[in-house]
T-cell receptor, first 113, second 111 residues
């Protein structure tokens, strides 16, 4: 069974550009989470969805960040415009309702110059 | 004060050693507790859940002390492959699915 799939794995962009990160959760999982990991702040939850509906976006840093989940098998995290302080590893995770374990994707390493 | 605090380490131990990590959490109403493992430049993976009665999985033992708001992980007979960062994770009581991660404790097991 395929795990959580994220693309791209690496992204280097210039300040001011739009960045779109993509995630495909594990089939049958109805919860999807977006995290950001930096050396300074560790692993932080940005937003999570249940049945494609955003439930808690209190971790989204500012209006430059937006996330969507148009269907059960796809989600995007968009940063527009990107800034150097957005450089981090962005993880997507999914889980099945009623269970505790979240399964993480391999992450997208974003560098904003 | 951070919601979940861990000693960042690194803990540098020889193969075969026993090593213990500690973690404290600030929200006394927290309900669920976990240890995740993260290898360098990889994603976090669940190592084990932590139950009030304590639980063991092979060489790994996790303990929870709710009164002191303290979680521990003990690794016996450490292997080179145990080298990783160990993340203490707490599930906030106000949201069933919002996990709060500690900053991690780095373990290096040397030959």
């Amino acid at each position: 069974d395929a795990g959580v799939i994220q693309s791209p794995r690496h992204e280097v962009t210039e300040m001011g550009q739009e960045v779109t990160l993509r995630c495909k959760p594990i089939s049958g999982h109805d919860y999807l989470f977006w995290y950001r990991q930096t050396m300074m702040r560790g692993l932080e939850l940005l937003i999570y969805f249940n049945n494609n509906v955003p439930i808690d976006d209190s971790g989204m840093p500012e209006d430059r960040f937006s996330a969507k989940m148009p269907n059960a098998s796809f989600s995007t995290l968009k940063i527009q415009p990107s800034e150097p302080r957005d450089s981090a590893v962005y993880f997507c995770a999914s889980k099945r309702g009623g269970t505790d374990t979240q399964y993480f994707g391999p992450g997208t390493r974003l560098t904003v110059l | 004060r951070k919601e979940v605090e861990q000693d960042p380490g690194p803990f540098n131990v020889p193969e075969g050693a026993t090593v213990a990590f500690n973690c404290t959490y600030s929200n006394s109403a927290s309900q669920s507790f976990f240890w995740y493992r993260q290898d360098c430049r990889k994603e976090p993976k669940l190592l084990m859940s932590v139950y009030s009665s304590g639980n063991e999985d092979g060489r790994f033992t996790a303990q929870l002390n709710r009164a002191s708001q303290y979680i521990s992980l003990l690794i016996r007979d450490s292997k080179l492959s145990d080298s990783a960062t160990y993340l203490c994770v707490v599930n906030l009581a106000d949201s069933s699915y919002k996990l709060i991660f500690g900053s991690g404790t780095r373990l290096l097991v040397r030959p």
